[in-house]
């Protein structure tokens, strides 16, 4: 159908790749243990939105120019490093109060919206995401298929379907852990510094990414 084929084994191999720590997962988990699961949820959708963002350009062809135009994934590889390099900044510059003062928070809390801004965009200026959709959707397509763009946009939302619901339960297991650790400033200044230097790490890593 579509001409997809071994889609069993593009399940399996999304699943593996959506289970891997990166940027998208550090923050769902980050929203999650200070602001609880619906806060972790909207970070979830918003990166799901960035997804389908890039599976779009990738299947009709927008992300083709990021892998050719050096200039383009130049662009948006420093506006993510510089994103991710913020994220990180603001998560060792940020202090829990003590208990006393109420509830940890681990990362300054926002609304929904703006949330599920941030987790978009964490997504979205990630070039890398670009041209991994490039280089992994298309190794499940016939070469014959009747219609590429589709069956690339079929195989992208069931990526991102399974990414969704991973994504929601890392929310939910974060937001579990958050709860009981509400209260130990000191623990909670520990993650901030943790994820915050993972970020940074992350960021600096994306500024010297290569196209290939």
Do not use: E
């Not at 130049?74 to 940020?94: E, H, I, N, W």
């Not at 650790?181 to 970020?199: D, E, P, S, V, W």
């Amino acid at each position: 159908m579509l001409g997809i084929h071994d889609l069993a084994l593009f399940v399996l191999s999304g699943l593996l790749l959506n289970i891997t720590p990166g940027p998208d997962s550090l923050y769902i988990v980050g929203r999650s243990a200070s602001q609880g699961w619906r806060a972790g949820a909207t970070a979830a959708f918003g990166v799901g939105s960035g997804t389908l963002v890039h599976v779009l350009a990738a299947a009709f062809g927008l992300s083709a120019i990021l892998a050719t135009s050096a200039a383009a994934f130049t662009v948006v590889k420093l506006l993510g490093a510089g994103y991710l390099l913020y994220v990180g900044v603001s998560l060792l510059r940020s202090r829990s109060g003590s208990p006393a003062n109420g509830p940890v928070q681990r990362i300054a809390p926002a609304t929904l919206r703006q949330i599920y801004t941030q987790g978009f965009l964490t997504n979205l200026l990630n070039p890398k995401v670009a041209l991994f959709f490039l280089a992994f959707v298309p190794q499940f397509i016939d070469p014959a298929a009747p219609d590429k763009p589709l069956a690339f946009v079929a195989l992208g939302a069931i990526f991102d379907f399974n990414g969704m619901l991973w994504c929601n339960f890392l929310a939910w297991s974060a937001a579990t852990a958050g709860a009981r650790l509400k209260g130990n400033a000191r623990l909670a200044n520990i993650l901030n510094r943790m994820t915050g230097c993972l970020f940074v790490g992350l960021g600096i890593k994306l500024v010297f990414a290569r196209q290939n």
